[in-house]
């Protein structure tokens, strides 16, 4: 099998399915009771805790753990609307976000309030002047991904941060961070950013674990009520094997990320190469590219039938973002990339992991070659 779709989801580290069968059967104590059993679980959780910290660079701050990326990216910005809701407050994010954050902030619009979503040019930056003008002293919160999930557009988290603060100082920063973990440094000291959700399932961790970084002095509202876990911002009974999960493979992410971006960026060259020799193939070109992601389009051969041709050969990619990609729509990314119809409905990604070899990419491309020269004749 040749596996080219880990900006969905990662198979698991061994390491991690390993811990997480021990804490099953060995640390299944509910981390909230005070017996013995809960402090086993509830040093599990702080262990984990502090290895996910370490990915962003210091500890002045608060990892909050939540179900998953979405989850986090509803409480960044929901929990910061909840706090200045009678202010009717200013929300401004883009035109490529992940749907997690889009229909949230769609969400927050029919709660009241005043949203607003940055264009982007051909090649996934944030149009700045456009941005600039839609800053002012009524914004509370702007959310912007550090990298797009379909093209791999990775922005200039610093700078959009900066120009937000000096807009106005009281305005809050949050970036979903889901595809840049493992991908890029996220210290929020560099970066400007007040909150940063990530996810585990994307760097060979479990699902059904993420979180949300807060920095120390920025508060929001929960979302969830209950017995207040999580500093009383996550109610409910924590996913101690979990989240133990999530804190190994952020450990052993970081040990190996410079390594690993290296590889994973000579990859992803070496394929868009290739996938450019194909006749009628268009690589989508992204300024500032992860080095994990790959568009193309095949303009004529549905982005379905092509995906499933290539499954047949055991190669799995995706049409766009997997969380929306059972929706009959096209992608809102690449419509704000101005692709139109026939590219977008033509389009796959190709997503790698430190795990992807040379012989996966060579086998990726000449299948992808052979299944495209047999639909064009179909």
Known sequence: MIYLDNSATTRP???VMTLMADMQQNIFGNPSS???????????????????????????GNFIFTAGGTEANNLAILGTMLSRIHRSPRIITSKIEHPSVMETVLYCKNLGADCHFVEVDS???IDEEHFCSLLNEETALVSIMSVNNEVGSMQNIARLSAITKAANPKALFHTDAVQALGKMPLFVKESGADLVSVSS???HGPKGAGGLFIRRGIHVKPILFGGGQEKGLRSGTQN??????????T?????????????????RLHLQEGLATIAGCQVIKVANPAPHIV???FPGIRSETLLHALEAQQVYVSSGSACSSNKPQLSPTLLALGYNRKEIE?????SLSPQTTLNDINAAIAATKEQVAFLRNV
């Open 13 to 15: 580290f061994p390491q």
């Open 34 to 60: 005070l017996h013995h059993a809960g402090v086993l679980a509830e040093r599990a959780i702080m262990q984990a805790r502090e290895q996910v910290l370490e990915a962003f660079g210091q500890e002045d």
């Open 123 to 125: 090649q996934g930056q």
């Open 201 to 203: 399932h994307k760097i």
């Open 240 to 249: 101690t094997p979990a989240i133990a999960g999530f804190g190994l493979a």
């Open 251 to 267: 450990q052993m992410t970081l040990a190996t990320m410079k390594k690993d971006i290296v590889q994973m960026e000579q990859l």
């Open 295 to 297: 568009c193309a389009t």
């Open 346 to 350: 033509g389009a796959l990604r190709f």
